[in-house]
């Protein structure tokens, strides 16, 4: 520019070019260049075009952007009022630290949702070790859990404060939170002192070839010790305050005699100590603690609870290869007695007596009722609740959270608002690794 600028001022005054072709040149030179500012006519002094201001006006113009910076909030909500009306949505992330909820999930039955609270390290560790690929997307680098508190779950503690006995499904589309609220209402249970025993992947007890042996108690029956010992371990973790009361029948199984009065613990430490022992110690276990829930209330939390309702299950075969049924497993027989009973019951809700005080939990993707044509009467006088998508709210509260807390280096923008509306259908599964990679 500076070159064009030299010659087209040597050549005016050596009287090569007229005023005009003068002019001309240097105006087209100056709009091949990015230096804006410098797009003025030196022989007329004013702007060649409206779209050019000229000098003075560009200082004003910076003057003005100067001040602009200094306004306070309010010309900012004037702005933001107008884009509106232009047709220009913006995300309201309407989140602050008072939406943190209190760690302890029995105050959380009035809570206002949606709001986030962290689980105590010590239930995270619990559930990290039980489920590790159910909270990694949640867990935190301080390794607890923070779980968005969603009025589902908040309308599933009022109906476990409120009744005795309860038979509750989750119901909804895969990635939705009902694995994620299962692990909430456990938390709950545990605080109020409530036996709790969790499944969280039912699909593993049937839907994979299983270490089993012929059981010494029934012949007829396959024993999944390596199962079984399993949920003894986690069981114990979970239900340390429970283990001094004493058996309430007695028992011999497996050359070994329990007398009546034993203590759980004992019992417990039967199958963790002999595996082989592990599935009959399940079934005492069991037992004892329907007896029990006459004075401390037992919850019963199974995840993937539609693969259980199968009349066999082909690939858990036994040792000449044939598809084990449930009557012929001893784990899932005396689990599906006390999650799935056969026989008529005195409570509305099929799981037990009113003197009891049982609370069975389910969760599935596909619980209507009919599962391999199989149609399942108790779950269709269950209570349903479904687990549906972020809605705005929920949405905007997630990604607020994850930016106070470190994982987003900003606050998205308009666009990167809509990527994450459209790419995830506000599926909280897939919203929260879509966050994860940003």
Request: net charge positive; aromatic share 8%; glycine share 4%.
């Amino acid at each position: 520019v500076v070159v064009v600028v030299v010659l087209c001022i040597l050549c005016k005054m050596a009287g090569l070019c007229k005023p005009g072709i003068l002019t001309h040149s240097l105006t087209l030179s100056l709009r091949c260049s990015s230096l804006r500012p410098m797009q003025y006519c030196f022989s007329s002094g004013k702007a060649i075009n409206k779209r050019y201001p000229s000098t003075m006006q560009l200082c004003r113009r910076g003057i003005a952007s100067n001040a602009e910076k200094t306004k306070d909030k309010t010309d900012s909500k004037v702005s933001k009022e107008q884009e509106t009306k232009k047709g220009r949505r913006e995300p309201a992330f309407a989140f602050s630290l008072d939406r943190y909820l209190e760690s302890d999930p029995t105050n959380h039955t009035n809570a206002e949702t949606p709001a986030v609270y962290t689980m105590p390290k010590h239930i995270s560790q619990l559930l990290s070790t039980q489920t590790p690929r159910l909270t990694k997307s949640i867990r935190d680098p301080q390794s607890t859990l923070s779980v968005m508190v969603r009025d589902p779950v908040v309308r599933m503690l009022k109906l476990l404060e409120e009744q005795n006995n309860n038979r509750i499904v989750f119901t909804g589309p895969a990635g939705t939170g009902k694995s994620v609220s299962l692990m909430h209402i456990l938390h709950y249970c545990h605080a109020r002192g409530w036996a709790t025993l969790y499944i969280p992947h039912a699909s593993v007890l049937c839907l994979e070839q299983q270490a089993i042996r012929q059981s010494d108690w029934k012949k007829h029956r396959w024993d999944q010790f390596v199962a079984a010992h399993d949920i003894l371990v986690h069981f114990k973790n979970w239900n340390e305050h429970i283990l001094q009361y004493p058996t309430q029948s007695g028992y011999d199984f497996a050359a070994r005699n329990i007398p009546l009065g034993t203590p759980l613990a004992e019992v417990v430490a039967l199958g963790i100590q002999d595996a082989y022992n592990a599935t009959d110690a399940v079934g005492v276990l069991l037992k004892e603690l329907k007896a029990l829930s006459t004075e401390v209330p037992f919850l019963v939390a199974v995840d993937e609870y539609t693969t259980l309702m199968q009349k066999n299950y082909p690939e858990f075969l036994d040792m000449n290869l044939k598809a084990v049924s449930e009557e012929e497993s001893g784990l899932l027989h005396n689990l599906m007695k006390l999650v799935h009973p056969k026989t008529p019951t005195n409570s509305t809700s099929g799981v037990a007596s009113d003197d009891h005080k049982i609370s069975v939990v389910l969760a599935d993707s596909d619980l209507y009722g009919h599962v391999n044509g199989f149609k399942d009467e108790l779950l269709s006088r269950s209570t349903r609740i479904a687990m549906e998508t972020y809605n705005n709210t929920e949405l905007n509260t997630f990604i607020s959270f994850n930016r106070l807390q470190g994982y987003l280096s900003r606050a998205p923008g308009l666009q990167e608002y809509r990527i994450i509306d459209n790419v995830t259908g506000r599926n909280p599964r897939r919203v929260a690794k879509l966050i994860s990679s940003m």
